[in-house]
């Protein structure tokens, strides 16, 4: 079983960049690909990011060069670097992961941006 958690959130200035950390545990080899998605407040769910495990990444327009996604060395921790931060990209992000015996998803973690 995979175990995903993520770390890094917390609030910023618009313009500015925070970077979510998404690390897992468990049978990480069966991690196929991992996503990040966000919900804002009265929002649904949209999705915002992946990268394979070959390390191809995938970005929703609305953060294509804005935001980077990428993985460690050891592939067990995902990375979202998000730049130019502005108050739409207000909202709960989470990780998840496709693997062998389906979709696993993070716990989500708060990005507030505000002046």
Not at 6 to 27: H, I, K, M, Y
Not at 45 to 68: H, M
Not at 71 to 78: E, P, Q
Request: charged fraction near 20%; include cysteine; aromatic fraction near 8%.
């Amino acid at each position: 079983q995979v175990q995903l958690v993520e770390s890094g959130g917390g609030s910023v200035q618009p313009g500015g960049s925070l970077r979510l950390s998404c690390t897992a545990s468990g049978n990480v080899r069966d991690i196929y690909l991992t996503r990040w998605h966000r919900q804002a407040p009265g929002k649904s769910r949209e999705y915002v990011a992946s990268i394979t495990n070959t390390d191809d990444p995938d970005y929703a327009a609305s953060v294509k060069g804005r935001f980077t996604i990428s993985r460690d060395n050891a592939k067990t921790t995902t990375y979202l670097q998000m730049n130019s931060l502005g108050p739409d990209d207000t909202a709960v992000y989470y990780c998840n992961a496709d693997t062998r015996i389906g979709v696993i998803w993070g716990q989500g973690i708060q990005v507030t941006v505000s002046s």
